[in-house]
């Protein structure tokens, strides 16, 4: 990694695309005047990166592969900030609020503070369809979900064992692997044409899993305040049930009623206990 670090037009790429991942964030919270200043300081760095390296260029020389993708990145930027500033009630009212973004020039010197960069750790850019299809969608977020011989076994786990539901955030990161899976053969089998519409549809990517981590966060969430208002109504149960020197009578009951709740099939083989008794 220290070859890496130390190469000024590497760290300058690698800020101008934390800046996308940090407004792509941003949009999927919701905070759109946040994500709008934060997608324009993605493309101001982004321009300048590109300006600079084109001024050294050759006026026959063409850009190269990386520069493209950079191109692409701005331009799913810019289309993106176009579409929040459409949106109805937006506004950008103290817009000055936001910090402004630091010039891309700013890493002038051979040697840069790594926590400037950000503590996000993103590995370094690799050539390779996978990192082109998949170069914006942030390091931690991919390191969440099962690799692919995890996603197999989960579906075989879950297709035999119907009686251990998954959570939420299991869900979760199971569909965000599967459409990552299908991005991925998407991409192979993209006609050259629509090549330029990778990077855009990378972002989309991107929000999609972000949505549904939030979600399942917020289901999760919800489902254990439930689970300890019953634990709590199941204590008050056992109060009443039991004198106060019973503690370990109380917990086991406690324990009892949480487990009758929380397994279906128990309640219905007790029922067809009592439909059999004579």
Known sequence: MAGYTEDPWKLRVLDAKQRVRRAQVLDVEGNDREAFCTYLGGIACLAQLLEN????????????????????????????????????GFSTTHVNTCRPPASANQ????????EHVGAENYPPATPGEDNLVLMLIPHDLMATLPTPDEFKGSLQLHATCSARELGPMDKAKLENRRLADLFKKRMSSLEPKYHGQQTSLSLGLHRKMMEN?????????????????????????????????????????????????????????????QYDAP
């Open 213 to 273: 981590e939030r979600i399942a966060k917020a289901h999760e969430d919800a489902i254990k305040k439930k689970r300890a208002e019953q634990r709590l109504s199941f204590q008050q149960l056992a109060d009443r049930k039991f004198a106060a020197s019973e503690q370990e009578e109380k917990a086991f009951y406690t324990n009892v009623l949480e487990y009758q709740q929380e397994n279906s099939w128990l309640n219905n083989w007790c029922c067809g206990l």
């Open 53 to 88: 390296a084109t001024r050294v260029k050759d006026s026959k020389e063409r850009l190269t592969h990386g520069e493209e993708q950079l191109l692409q990145i701005l331009e799913s930027c810019v289309e993106r900030v176009k579409t929040l500033a459409t949106q109805p």
């Open 107 to 114: 890493y002038s010197g051979s040697r840069v503070d790594n």
